[in-house]
C-alpha cells in the first residue's frame, strides 16, 4: 500500500539559511500534519490541514509557514533556522470523513541539521 | 489541553517475558487513543487504536490496549515479547473532532535475547 512520502529525507542547512520540506500524503487522504521531533523527545503538532485550508496550529514559530496544494501534498517553509531546529520533522495523513478524522499515518520524515 | 503520560521511561525484558506499558490521559470530553512504535532510525507506525466499542482492541504483531474510562487508561500489553519488539513505544490521544494528536514522552523498550 502506498504511505506517506517525504523529501527531502536528510537536510543540513546553515544557521540564518531556510529550508523547505515537502510531504505527499496517501492517495485519497485530505488531512496533512506536520509534526517535530527534537532528539530524545516526543512529536510535537506544528500544524494540520484540510482540504488546503488551515484546520489547526500548535507550537509552531513564526518563522515556519505551510500549505497545502491543490494536489494535496504539503510544504514546510522554515526560515532564519537556528540551531535548536535541527529535528526529525514528519508528516502525517488521513481521511476525514462524515467530519470526523480516521487515522494518522505517519511518513519517514525529514532529518534536519542546522549547523 | 489533553495531555498524556507515559511513566515507563525504560523497560528490559527478556525475550518471552510478558510486557505492559503504562499510558494515562488527561482529557475531560472523549478521546480517541492511539499505541505508536518506532523502530530504531524509522517513523511511527500504527500499532492499533481505540476510537469506540470493545474497550479491548487487538492490533498487529500480537499487541493489545485496554480503555479503562474510568481510570483514565490505555495500557499496552503483549504477553509473550520478542527481540524484534526492541523500540521506542508512544502512546497518543486526540479529542474527537480535533485531530492534531498529543504524545507522551515515550517508553523505550529493549528486549534482551
Known amino acids: 500500500a502506498a504511505g506517506v512520502i517525504q523529501s527531502p529525507r536528510h537536510l543540513i542547512k546553515e544557521k540564518r539559511e531556510t529550508a523547505t520540506l515537502k510531504c505527499y500524503p496517501i492517495?485519497?487522504?485530505?488531512?496533512v500534519y506536520w509534526y517535530q521531533q527534537g532528539p530524545g523527545q516526543d512529536p510535537q503538532f506544528l500544524i494540520s490541514?484540510?482540504?488546503?485550508?488551515?484546520?489547526d496550529k500548535g507550537s509552531i514559530p513564526d518563522r515556519f509557514s505551510a500549505q497545502q496544494f491543490s494536489d494535496y501534498h504539503s510544504e514546510l517553509n522554515m526560515s532564519s533556522l537556528e540551531l535548536g531546529d535541527s529535528a526529525l520533522y514528519f508528516c502525517?495523513?488521513?481521511?476525514?470523513?462524515?467530519?470526523?478524522?480516521?487515522?494518522?499515518?505517519f511518513g519517514p520524515g525529514t532529518r534536519l541539521t542546522v549547523l | 489541553a489533553q495531555s498524556v503520560s507515559q511513566h515507563n521511561h525504560h523497560v528490559i525484558l527478556s525475550e518471552a517475558a510478558s510486557l505492559e506499558l503504562g499510558c494515562n490521559y488527561s482529557?475531560?470530553?472523549?478521546?480517541?487513543l492511539f499505541w505508536y512504535v518506532q523502530y530504531p532510525g524509522q517513523h511511527l507506525q500504527l500499532l492499533l487504536k481505540?476510537?469506540?466499542?470493545?474497550?479491548l482492541v487487538k492490533g498487529i504483531k500480537g499487541f493489545e490496549a485496554e480503555f479503562i474510562k474510568s481510570k483514565f487508561s490505555f495500557n499496552l500489553r503483549k504477553p509473550s515479547v520478542q527481540w524484534s519488539d526492541t523500540a521506542e513505544y508512544f502512546c497518543?490521544?486526540?479529542?474527537?473532532?480535533?485531530?492534531?494528536?498529543?504524545f507522551g514522552t515515550g517508553t523505550r523498550l529493549t528486549i534482551i535475547p
Open positions: 490541514f484540510y482540504e488546503k485550508m488551515q484546520s
Open positions: 482529557y475531560g470530553g472523549t478521546v480517541n
Open positions: 481505540y476510537f469506540s466499542g470493545d474497550p
Open positions: 502525517a495523513s488521513s481521511y476525514r470523513s462524515q467530519g470526523a478524522s480516521d487515522t494518522q499515518y
Open positions: 492517495p485519497r487522504h485530505d488531512t
Open positions: 497518543a490521544v486526540n479529542a474527537y473532532g480535533n485531530e492534531k494528536l498529543t
